[in-house]
């Protein structure tokens, strides 16, 4: 699928400035060229021209270091765009955002049950197609479609093995076709972690584990400064590590799964059932059909000092810290990163996180491993569906 903007198709060279502009900010010409192994005329004759389609502008001079100030380029806003999709299993959100990262459209927010729905993908086409209707925005000006989901995404093949099944053809090309943009899927865990790798907490660190406490509890792995996703796609499956020895069934069929034990869900299973039982707390007057989920309303009852929304998120921090303890006698990260929906809860969930890992952790890992709140927080997926169409936007034109 060819990819043409305002006045002339943009070419392969000028695809990797815009990336390298759109993931460093802004640079000069030198380092540009540095970058992208080019020569300094080569890039600078590409710069010209991008200048003149408006894809570039000038910024200015940067500071002096001794001699002369090397011209500044950067990404102009509201040229270009990407449309950003970030899904769990309840809940979609969409958004358009221009290469400055910045949201142009507002997000719009459904709640969307992925489970056995057999409606959801054609729903999905229709959000998407719609949104990007109503935004008023030139299809020619998008770049592409990101997409973060929950489930098994293979994303060598496009596919995803949990939700969204589209029949023979890869869920990516289906999507594609039905959408008339370039589209590329990736689980939901992976999208999050690719944004704190290129603009949160995890950037210019080598060895991060990205904790996406959502309605399960995701891992997104960067190992060498890389995002690492296994041979198919498919590491980081934190949440079906064993921690209890019986618990509730998980979809996986097994049970004490720390998904079963420490997500969302859980939070919302157990205030629902005390709620029904007349629990002390602020949450009796929440109601189903308020448009607020049971585990947002918890979080944000624990916000504000309700004791029962605290307890009941301290008891799934203790769990996800002695999830976290595994994790750090394996992989040994510089950083772990709380991030995704829970992180609202951030700080109620330090604690009883830290006084796991002070039980079930070797303190001499433990003493080398900093854990952080997201400064993403709830936009990290959204910030990293655009990253995902950005980061194999230079290679697009083989797809």
């Not at 943009?181 to 992976?190: A, E, F, G």
């Amino acid at each position: 699928m060819s990819t043409t903007f305002i006045q002339r198709p943009v070419n392969t060279l000028q695809k990797r400035i815009l990336k390298q502009l759109y993931f460093e900010k802004a640079q000069s010409c030198a380092t540009l060229s540095e970058h992208l192994d080019k020569s300094i005329p080569v890039v600078t004759k590409a710069l010209a021209e991008m200048v003149e389609d408006g894809l570039v502008v000038e910024q200015g001079f940067a500071a002096s270091q001794g001699g002369r100030r090397p011209q500044m380029y950067s990404l102009p806003p509201r040229k270009l765009y990407t449309v950003a999709v970030a899904m769990d299993q309840l809940t979609t959100r969409i958004a358009i955002m221009d290469l400055l990262n910045e949201n142009i459209t507002g997000t719009k927010h459904l709640v969307m049950d992925l489970e056995n729905n057999e409606d959801a993908l054609p729903t999905l086409i229709k959000e998407v197609n719609d949104f990007i209707t109503a935004s008023g925005l030139p299809r020619a000006q998008m770049l592409g479609v990101g997409i973060g989901m929950p489930g098994f995404v293979n994303t060598r093949e496009g596919r995803n093995l949990s939700y969204l099944h589209s029949g023979d053809e890869p869920l990516e090309k289906y999507l594609e076709r039905m959408i008339g943009l370039p589209v590329h899927i990736d689980n939901d865990s992976s999208v999050i972690a690719l944004a704190e790798l290129k603009f949160g907490l995890a950037k210019k660190h080598a060895q991060v584990m990205v904790i996406n406490v959502s309605w399960g509890i995701g891992l997104g792995m960067i190992v060498n400064g890389q995002l690492f996703r296994g041979h198919s796609g498919y590491a980081g499956e934190l949440s079906h590590i064993p921690i209890a020895d019986d618990g509730a069934l998980c979809v996986c069929g097994k049970r004490g799964c720390l998904e079963t034990e420490a997500s969302l869900l859980v939070v919302a299973r157990k205030a629902a059932a005390a709620m029904e039982k007349g629990h002390i707390s602020s949450l009796l007057g929440w109601r189903k059909d308020s448009g607020k989920l049971m585990g947002d309303a918890v979080i944000e009852a624990a916000n504000k000092g309700d004791q029962f929304a605290i307890e009941v998120l301290s008891e799934i921090g203790y769990k996800i810290g002695k999830g976290l303890a595994i994790l750090i006698h394996i992989m040994n990260p510089e950083l772990i990163v709380l991030s995704g929906r829970g992180t609202g809860a951030g700080k109620v969930l330090m604690a009883p996180i830290q006084q796991a890992l002070n039980k079930y952790c070797i303190p001499s890992l433990a003493a080398y491993t900093d854990i952080q709140i997201s400064q993403l927080a709830y936009d990290a997926e959204l910030l990293g569906a655009a990253a995902l169409v950005m980061e194999t936007f230079d290679e697009a034109a083989g797809k």
